[in-house]
């Protein structure tokens, strides 16, 4: 048990998958300026992480490894995602079209997320068994969800704050990620036991 | 000027992906401490750019547009498994400093941005121009990007020493921190050259 808390932990805040592996960059500086809409976002990209987090482990387990197929590893992985993404899309455009409106919009743009094939390829090179791929991802997608939210509210700030002009927009935002990420560096000392 | 070169040209620097079209962020922040690190994926993601753009211009007139995008996925797919392996079996040191990052290339969306918007509608010699002027404009960026954070924080370029040993390195510039700040610092800096272009030619 205390070992899923150190994944949990781990993957949420000490190797924050946007401040410190880099995953999830463009929607973290693309749908990050307010909280509402990065709410949204963080919860369809935990959603998707958890499925296709489960899903490519399945596949990678008893499919690739069982077969000895590890060069498909990526077409396949990216094919389940890409198909994943597209029925969770028509699912909830059908029976839940209230949460359709709130996140639908996001969901196509979730297929090239690098953080969704990354969490699957990172379940595969830490070894992880299944119940370890599950808690990852969860704690992977709230590890997104903060930054997206942290950021927003920062941004939302950041618009009526007199920024020079040639940093407006993307530069400023990059620095400000930088100062998070250098806040996030403090979690690397954190111990367990 | 002749089509093609004005489709190489943009890339470098009027559309340089990396800086001005702000794609394929996650390689750029993440592998860019060292300069060699930048070359080695900038050249990377050029040969999967160039070579997808070869396929795809050639059967885009045989995939269907309603799965075209699962098509250019698993053709992007292919490519960078076969560069992954080739890494792997001749720079193997790189290959380790890499990783994770080499996969994703699948995802940078620099490549799936440029077939959709490029090569499924151009014919194959605009496509291959193109595909090396977006590849070519990724790769000095990152190299750019590399060096510079090569310099304060190890004190070296490419492995030689440059800076002495009474060079303590800038702890912040290995760590995440110097990455995001460094990029950003370059996108405002190209914001101002192309101000001052754009005020003197007028």
């Known amino acids: 048990m205390s070992n899923l808390i150190t994944i949990f932990i781990a993957a949420a805040f000490i190797n924050n998958f946007v401040f410190y592996r880099f995953l999830g960059i463009c929607p973290f500086l693309g749908v990050s300026r307010h909280i509402k809409s990065a709410l949204s976002m963080g919860a369809a990209v935990t959603f998707v992480m958890v499925i296709s987090g489960v899903s490519t482990w399945l596949i990678q387990n008893h499919l690739l490894d069982r077969f000895g197929l590890p060069f498909l590893q990526y077409p396949a992985f990216i094919l389940v995602i890409a198909s994943l993404v597209q029925l969770i899309e028509m699912y909830l455009k059908r029976y839940h079209s209230d949460i359709y409106k709130t996140f639908g919009i996001y969901l196509p743009l979730i297929t090239t997320n690098c953080a969704i094939l990354g969490l699957a390829l990172l379940n595969s090179i830490l070894k992880y068994n299944f119940t370890e791929s599950f808690v990852y991802s969860i704690g992977a997608g709230s590890g997104f969800t903060l930054a997206l939210i942290i950021m927003a509210g920062i941004r939302e700030k950041l618009e009526i704050a007199p920024v020079p002009k040639p940093f407006r927009n993307i530069p400023i935002a990059l620095i400000i990620a930088g100062l998070l990420a250098l806040a996030f560096s403090g979690f690397t000392s954190l111990r367990f036991g | ?202």
């Open chain 2, 1 to 202: 000027m002749f089509q093609p070169t004005k489709d190489f040209l943009k890339g470098l620097w009027k559309q340089n992906p990396a800086f001005r079209l702000i794609l394929g962020m996650c390689p750029t922040l993440a592998v860019t401490n060292m300069a060699v690190n930048g070359l080695a994926m900038g050249l990377a993601t050029l040969f999967v750019l160039v070579a997808s753009g070869i396929i795809i211009s050639i059967i885009k007139g045989l995939i269907p547009s309603k799965v075209r995008i699962p098509c250019y996925i698993v053709i992007i797919a292919s490519f960078v498994t076969l560069a992954d392996y080739f890494l792997a079996a001749f720079y193997t040191d790189i290959h380790k400093v890499l990783g994770l990052y080499i996969p994703l290339i699948v995802v940078n969306c620099i490549i799936l941005g440029r077939m959709e918007a490029f090569a499924s509608k151009n014919p194959l010699l605009n496509s291959i121009a193109d595909a090396f002027g977006m590849g070519l404009g990724f790769t000095w960026a990152l190299v750019l990007l590399g060096s510079v954070r090569e310099l304060l924080g190890f004190g070296t370029l490419f492995g030689a020493t440059l800076l002495g040993s009474w060079y303590p390195g800038m702890l912040v510039m290995k760590l995440p921190t110097g990455a995001f700040i460094t990029l950003g610092l370059m996108i405002a800096l190209m914001n101002i050259i192309n101000e001052k272009v754009r005020s003197t030619a007028q």
